[in-house]
Every structure is written in C-alpha cells, then in structure tokens.
C-alpha cells in the first residue's frame, strides 16, 4: 500500500455549475488500483455563480477550488433577471475559463446545469417562458464554452465530459439535448444519453434517485469502453437515519439538524397519513372517530429498581405526575426470630379470616385486601414502592394517603432504643421471657404461641358475620372471643372534602394553594385553553395510529440521505454557512450524491488506466455504459 502511495496517477477533473460540491466530493473519493498504480482525480477548479455556494463548496470539499463566475450571455442574463447587468458586469469568455482550468485540459469534464426549468415540478407555461428559456440554455453554452477554451488554448478536448441533469430534460429540452448530441459528435466523442440512472442503485443509498446522464468517451484518447457501475441494494431510510443524532439535538447534529416547526394542522395531517401514504389518504381518514389524547411518558407510576439507578428526581414528585422517581421496592424487610407470623398479615377477602385475637393490626392478622377501594382516591393511595426499583417521582404531595409514598424496606434490624421483645410471641416449650410493667404487646413478650387452642373455643370463636347471611345464635358471651359478635359492615361511607377534583376557571384567580395540592384533595385543575390553533407554528410530538411518530425530515437528514459526510473536513457536523435553512434544503437538493460520483468516478478512472495500459478491449460481466457507437442501421440479409 505504501508503494501505492508513492505512485499516485492523478487524472485532472473540472466541474461546471458545481453548487455545494456533492459531485466534487464524490470524485474526490473515487480511486482505482491498476497495473501497480493508484488511479485518482485531481480538482482543477469548480465553477458557480453562487458566491454562497461556492464558500460552501470549499468547506464540504476541505480544498479551495471554487471560481465565482456568471456563466451567463448578456441575453440570457437580461430575460433570468428582468434587467440589463451593472456596468461592472461581463460576460465569461474562454479565456476565463482556461484561466479557471489553470491553464491545463481536464480528463473529466462534470456539468451540472441548472435543472429548475426543465423540471416537472414547473407548470409548462412557466417553464416556457423567456425567462426560464434563458436559464435551460446554459446547458449548451456552458459546454460550447468549455470546449472552445480547451481547444484554443490547449489544443485538445477532455478525454470524458459527464453531464447531469432532470429526466424530463428528455421532453422539455428536447431541442437542447439535440444540439449538445451534435456538438459532442462533432469533437468525437461516443456518446451515451439515458433518463434511467438511479443513482440511489449506483450509490447504494437510502433513496430512489432517477436521473439524466450524459456520458461522452473521446475516442481518441480513450479507444477502450467505459463500464457501467455495479448496481448496489437500496438502503431503507431507517437505516440511514438509526445512527444519526435524535432530530432537534442541534449540538451533535449542528445547526441544519432543528426540527421544522410547522403548522398545528400540519403536524394533525402528518399523524393521519399512512406510513408509505401521501395527503390522498387524508381522504380515507375515519375523523369522527379520531381524537388526540395524552399519553404519560415513560416512567409514570413506576416502581424503582432497588438494584438499578434512580430516574430522574422532578419537581412534580408523585406517581403518575411526572416521569420521575417516586416509588421504590426497598428489600430490607427481614423475619426477626420469635415474631408470630400473623404480623401485619393481609387477609384475603375471598378467603376466610384467622383467628381473631384482641389485639391491633401489629400483631394479628386482622388487615384485608378489601376490594371495595373509594373510587375518588389517587391511584397510588398507600402506595409501596419496590425497594429494588428506582424510586417514582418526588413530588410536594407525598404522603401515603396520596402517592406512593411508602415502601418495602427490608431494613428492619433492632435498632436502639427499641425492646427486643416487642411483639414476640413465646414459645410454649420454653421460659418465658421477664415479665414487665408494660402489659401491651408492643413492649414485651406478652404473646405465647399457645398449641392447647384446638377444641377448647366456640365455633364461633372471633368469627366475623357475613352482612348478606344470616347471623348465628346469639349467645350470653359478650365478648367476640365467645361468639360471632363481630359483622363484615359495608356500611362505611367517606364524603370527598370542598374542591376535591375542582377545575379552576382561566380568567379567575386560584383557590389557596395548599400543602397536600392534588387534585384528589383540592382544585389543582384548570380549564387551560391554550390548545394550538390550527395556524400556530410550533414542534409537537404526536403519536401515530400505527405507533410512530410522523415528524418532517431535518435538513441534516436530507443531506445524510444525499450522502453527505455526518461531519465537515474541519470536524464540525456537517452544516451550511450563510444560507436560510430553505436555501440550504435547495442545495441539497440539487446535489449530486458523493457516493453515487465516487461510483461513478471508480468506472471513469478504471477507463483511464486501461487506456494508459493499451489495452482496447477485455472480456467483461459488467455492463458497457459507453461503447463505439455507429449511426447506421444494420439490416439482417435471410
């Protein structure tokens, strides 16, 4: 390879109407290895009369071979404009030109007129007009120009000219297409003219990019044929976007990256529109049907991973409020020997209860999972978080009775000034703990795991009725130990306080803000009437009925999917300067794909080296793109 280096075969190279350089660039990459020598293109010069897009050209190349130069005749620059030029004004002659080539005939010619005239995206009455008339002959005049510098000053022609263009140059300029065959004919070329080149198949790229190309072979420098380049698979759009910074990150992305920020009704129309689909779907949409609803973002209501890191900690601390923190799974909760294994036991309602004992919830089981849960109450009333899980958002309102604000934490080890009996049940086989002042369950072994309970109660021992049977004998015993004296009653009822899921009025001030705001306990609501109008301009993300999100393309994008380079020769994210993002999306635009001209370029310079090889003809599979070619029919004699 590094002999290789040493022996580097420059083929020069010149570009007409060249814009921001994507065929420039593309060139530029092309090389062939050949006959122990590497084969590339040298850039003479790149010729434009836009001075923004010639400062643009050098940046996206990293070379400065830009030349600013109105390729213009006098007419034609009097019918584009409307006016006379400035006195300071004059016209390109050949001498300019060679001037522009250094003095040197290039080996590959690239011309990329200006296609907005010979466009279907032009009414034809408009494209017919003097004016656009003036700017479609600089297809002609640019070449006529070129060729009469070289063959002045140089005394020869350029050995391949590629012209680039629209496919409906084929109608629209039909009679320019006519004279350029002629002239091209005339100086000895055989020429290849064609409105089917994808150039998305030569570039392997993300899109489907038909194009005109002219392709002309001087024969005399080049007798051997130029081959057509290996088509390549198209890339889907996905693919060329999954790598690229997230749409709106300006930092990583630059400038060009913003997202549009188009109408409300546009952003509407984008959702409704079938992926593949275009606004004749729009036709097809079911819209009595249709409705925009929020969707939590990720994070809402979630338990934390004791395990992972925490989300983000917002202002808005409480489940289902934000995205943030606010629940966790906390696994210290540890089984301390010798307590009763009722403790703070969960009855479930379709199961029957155990045995109902005179103490609290602490120390028997007598809790339940009631089903019958107040429909007014936040979501995430007594809530408990995961201790493994990271942790829900933090929010103001943070008590158990409003967001879940509590958790399982498996810390439960003694910790000073706490007995060591508390809530210890004995063990009947052994001694009993020391008996002490405090009588309550709380404070000493006061409980004894008792085996001589069997066959020694009432059936309806601590028993709880059921509301919907009927009630079993009354008895003397007054105590529920004695008898079912204890009644499941649904009767239990909780009026919501003042304001509770209260809306507030836009125009009228707030109701007192108070500490425990949530709109279960207080109006905390309002009544916003800020909804986009149809006409407002702006960035919303709104999701797809197939799940997705219709968003514009940015104009980074575009250039990616032109195959621009992610970043400039100076390191910075690939940008335009001096331009409005509009013009910049009208230079991309008109672009010529880098990777289809390197393609391209490969085939030219394979040519080349052939041809500084002697060798003439060679057995290939690869398609001829430009052979000898002869005017005369051949007629087949039976």
């Not at 693919?239 to 630059?254: K, M, S, T």
């Not at 060009?256 to 129309?269: I, N, S």
């Not at 609803?293 to 990720?298: F, L, M, Q, S, W």
């Not at 210890?424 to 409980?447: C, F, H, I, K, Y």
Request: charged share 20%.
């Amino acid at each position: 390879m590094n002999a290789l280096l040493n022996n580097i075969e420059y083929k020069t190279s010149a570009y007409l109407f060249a814009g921001v350089g994507g065929a420039t660039a593309g060139a530029m990459r092309s090389q062939v290895e050949y006959g122990g020598k590497l084969y590339k293109f040298k850039v003479l010069c790149a010729i434009d009369s836009d001075p923004v897009a010639c400062r643009n050209h050098d940046l996206i190349t990293g070379e400065d071979t830009s030349v600013c130069m109105d390729l213009f005749e006098r007419w034609q620059y009097t019918a584009w404009h409307g006016h006379e030029p400035s006195e300071e004004w004059r016209e390109a002659t050949a001498w300019d030109i060679w001037q522009a080539f250094k003095e040197q005939v290039p080996f590959f010619l690239f011309l990329s007129p200006p296609c907005k005239g010979l466009s279907g995206l032009l009414p034809a009455g408009k494209a017919a007009s003097d004016k656009y008339q003036a700017l479609n002959y600089l297809t002609v005049h640019g070449l006529e120009l070129t060729l009469r510098a070289c063959l002045e000053y140089g005394g020869s022609v350029p050995a391949i000219i590629q012209l680039e263009n629209v496919p409906r140059i084929t109608s629209r300029g039909k009679h320019l297409l006519a004279k350029i065959k002629k002239l091209l004919k005339k100086h000895g070329y055989a020429v290849s003219i064609r409105a089917d080149h994808n150039l998305g198949e030569i570039g392997g790229l993300g899109q489907n990019r038909v194009r005109f190309l002219i392709l002309a072979r001087h024969e005399a420098q080049l007798p051997n044929v130029i081959y057509y380049p290996v088509k390549k698979a198209l890339r889907s759009i996905g693919n060329v976007l999954a790598d690229l910074p997230e749409p709106g990150d300006i930092v990583a992305g630059g400038p060009l990256h913003k997202l549009p920020r188009l109408q409300w009704k546009t952003w509407m129309r984008l959702a409704l529109i079938p992926a593949g689909g275009d606004w004749r779907d729009l036709n097809k949409v079911d819209w009595e049907n249709l409705r925009v609803v929020h969707e939590p973002r990720r994070g809402a209501y979630e338990v934390a991973d004791w395990n992972k890191p925490s989300r983000a900690v917002t202002s808005t601390a409480g489940p289902g409020r934000s995205n943030g923190v606010a629940a966790v799974s906390d696994p210290r909760l540890t089984k301390r020997e010798g307590r009763h294994p009722g403790v703070y036991r969960i009855v479930p309602a379709d199961e029957p209860a155990p045995c109902v004992t005179g103490t609290r919830f602490g120390s028997g089981a007598i809790a339940v999972a009631d089903p019958r849960v107040n429909t007014k109450l936040h979501p995430d009333s007594y809530g408990v978080q995961d201790w493994d899980a990271t942790a829900k958002t933090v929010r103001s309102a943070n008590r158990i009775m409003q967001a879940a604000g509590s958790v399982s934490d498996p810390r439960v080890p003694d910790r000073p000034g706490r007995y060591t009996d508390q809530f210890r049940v004995q063990s009947a086989e052994g001694p009993a703990a020391t008996v002490t002042g405090s009588t309550d369950v709380q404070n000493g072994a006061q409980l004894i795991a008792d085996p001589n309970v069997s066959g020694q109660y009432h059936d309806g021992a601590y028993r709880v009725s059921d509301w919907e049977n009927a009630s079993p004998t009354v008895t003397t015993g007054g105590v529920s130990a004695g008898q079912g004296k204890v009644i499941a009653d649904p009767r239990i009822k909780s009026a919501p306080r003042a304001d509770t899921m209260g809306v507030l009025d836009w125009n009228q001030p707030s109701k007192t803000v108070i500490g425990s705001a949530d709109v279960h306990a207080a109006a905390v609501a309002v009544a916003d009437p800020r909804i986009p109008a149809d006409n407002e301009r702006g960035v919303w993300t709104i999701i797809s009925t197939d799940g997705t999100w219709h968003r514009p393309l940015t104009t980074y994008e575009l250039a990616m999917i032109q195959s621009f380079p992610q970043r400039l020769p100076d390191g910075r994210p690939f940008q335009l300067e001096g331009c409005s993002d509009a013009k910049a999306r009208e230079y991309i635009g008109n672009a010529v794909p880098p990777d289809a001209q390197e393609e391209m370029g490969n085939v030219l310079l394979l040519a080349a080296a052939e041809a500084e090889a002697g060798i003439s003809f060679t057995l290939s599979w690869d398609s001829v793109w430009v052979a000898p070619v002869t005017d005369e029919i051949t007629a087949i004699i039976h």
